[in-house]
């Protein structure tokens, strides 16, 4: 049996970055706290989900003690206060929500040979590709186990088909790799699947525990997840400090938003992504993808297409907001808001 990691699991960061962003009152900081506090206490080790094979806890856990926002079981929690769930009504849909997102990070870094997650060295580097795959297995398992154990259909089929979207967000990213002239449109439902998916599911299990608004919630995650991705495809171009390198995508000929829109705009740019591409080695790799990423940076058209990706993020994030408003007036929701906000500042 391998040693298992103790690490602790360090508190969510979405909580720290809204009260970066906003201007707080002493009571809103308290409120704040209130939900920090609650996500910090679930159930984040993960030791004693794994039954005879302890051992594949340690990839779940070298990701999870490495950070991150908690930003979906935030979400609950709050839209949880703003319509009056007690927080042990959806600890259990908390936790879950970010076992699976735990898990898809897993096997994506797998996929995509990824070296760095969240400033450290990827799990599958540590602990080897095979006990990786199998630790993610283990969490989406879990996941669904415990929502089972709520004994409402429902929330176990919202769930499953949640999980069979982030596997076929996936496999059509897959056939999009290596396409110079891709099709904005079926990026973004790349989005919606991979990403917007497990968002929208947060918001909905929400407001089907709370007996209203679930679908006004489905949509807000589902807009909120697409804000967020766009946000994502911006940064793996113009991040810093993201803790992933920069032009990650165009290292495996993948072709985020922001790329395929300035494909359309510019043809110096498609010329320089077909001569790149037509390089790629045995496992899918470009030969320097900083230098061609800085390169298709100096076309006339990269401004337009950063400026195209990062509107379509405000309106989404809009239109998430616009959902958001249909629930009763709170501080809670309010809070919400400013989350939401405050999350996609990463913009400027």
Request: with cysteine.
């Amino acid at each position: 049996m391998s040693h298992l990691e103790h690490d602790s699991i360090p508190p969510p960061a979405a909580g720290a970055e809204l009260g970066k962003k906003i201007s707080l009152t002493f009571e809103t900081k308290r409120l704040i706290g209130e939900i920090e506090k609650q996500v910090e206490g679930l159930d984040w080790h993960v030791n004693d989900r794994f039954g005879t094979a302890p051992s594949l806890a340690n990839p779940a856990h070298h990701l999870l003690s490495a950070g991150g926002k908690r930003v979906r079981p935030l979400l609950i929690a709050l839209l949880g206060r703003a319509l009056d769930v007690p927080f042990e009504k959806l600890a259990s849909c908390a936790v879950s929500a970010e076992l699976v997102h735990t898990a898809t990070l897993l096997h994506d870094d797998i996929l995509d040979g990824a070296t760095t997650r969240r400033g450290r060295i990827t799990a599958h580097l540590k602990y080897g590709a095979h006990t990786a795959i199998l630790s993610g297995d283990a969490l989406l398992s879990k996941a669904i186990s415990d929502m089972a154990e709520l004994g409402d259909p429902e929330i176990l089929k919202r769930l499953a088909q949640t999980v069979r979207e982030l596997v076929e967000g996936e496999c059509l990213q897959a056939d999009l790799m290596g396409q110079v002239h891709g099709d904005v449109e079926a990026v973004l439902e790349v989005a919606r699947r991979k990403t917007a998916s497990l968002f929208a599911w947060s918001g909905w299990v929400t407001g089907h525990r709370a007996g209203r608004h679930a679908d006004d919630l489905f949509r807000f995650g589902t807009h909120l997840g697409l804000a967020f991705q766009l946000l994502d495809d911006i940064l793996d171009w113009e991040g810093k400090n993201t803790g992933k390198p920069l032009f990650a995508d165009l290292l495996e000929t993948k072709l985020n938003s922001v790329g395929v829109m300035l494909v359309k705009r510019s043809k110096r740019a498609a010329t320089l992504l077909e001569g790149s591409f037509s390089q790629k080695d045995e496992h899918g790799y470009i030969p320097n993808p900083l230098a061609l990423g800085h390169s298709l940076q100096e076309c006339l058209e990269y401004a337009e297409a950063i400026g195209w990706a990062r509107k379509e993020a405000q309106d989404h994030s809009a239109f998430a907001i616009s959902h958001l408003e249909k629930l009763p007036p709170s501080i809670w929701r309010d809070l919400t808001k400013q989350l939401t906000v405050s999350l996609l500042e990463r913009m400027k």
